[in-house]
Structures are given as C-alpha cells and as structure tokens.
Nanobody, 123 residues
C-alpha cells in the first residue's frame, strides 16, 4: 500500500519560513519524481515545485522561485519543501505527489498523493 504523509504545515507570519516534509512508503522511492502542489480555497490545484528521481533536476513555479527549495533524501524516502519569505498568497493546502521518472506540472499525471498539510500565512 502506497502512502505519502505530509507534515510541517502551520500558521506563520508573512516573511517567515516553514519546512514541509513528505515521507513515502510502499513504492521504490528512488525511481519516482516527486512534486509539491497547492490548492487555495476556490482555486485549482497548482504546481509549486518538482524534483527528479535522482535529485539532479528541480523545477519551480515562477511564483515561488527564489523563495522555495525542494530537496529529497532517497535514504529516508522523504521529500522536503523549504519555504522562505512566505507571503499571504502562499496560503493553501500543500500536497506532495509522486509519478514515475520525470517531473511534470500537470496534477492529473501524478499517480500517488498525500492527504495535504495546511499552510496559512498571516499579513
């Protein structure tokens, strides 16, 4: 049974930082590309960042470039999202997702999802 379990969300003031983690079990983690998506109330789920199976290639939406950093530890089956300089518009439920091999920005192309973790940024 595949499980993706996110943690690290919370309430933070604008300008603050949070680090999200996603622990994966039930699949060969090192062969999967991982991504973070987010969904704000009343909005579509959107791509935030992705990382290749090896960790050599990372991708970011323009809205988070320079502020967020994605990384992975294949020995711990974990992917991280370091979020700095947070803004109120970053408020959303953040989901990690997995798909074979390559990162894509389309949520429908991901095979496995976590339950999400709430991030709230106050102004």
């Amino acid at each position: 049974q595949v499980q993706l379990v996110e943690s690290g969300g919370g309430l933070v003031q604008a300008g603050g930082s949070l680090r999200l983690s996603c622990v994966v079990s039930g699949l060969t983690f090192r062969t999967f590309a991982m991504a973070w998506f987010r969904q704000a109330p009343g909005k579509e789920r959107e791509f935030v960042s992705g990382i290749s199976w090896s960790g050599d290639s990372t991708h970011y939406d323009d809205s988070v470039k320079g502020r967020f950093t994605i990384s992975r530890d294949n020995a711990k089956n974990t992917v991280y999202l370091q979020m700095n300089s947070l803004k109120p518009e970053d408020t959303a439920v953040y989901y990690c997702a997995a798909r074979k091999l390559v990162v894509l920005a389309t949520s429908a192309l991901y095979d496995y999802w976590g339950q999400g973790t709430q991030v709230t940024v106050s102004s």
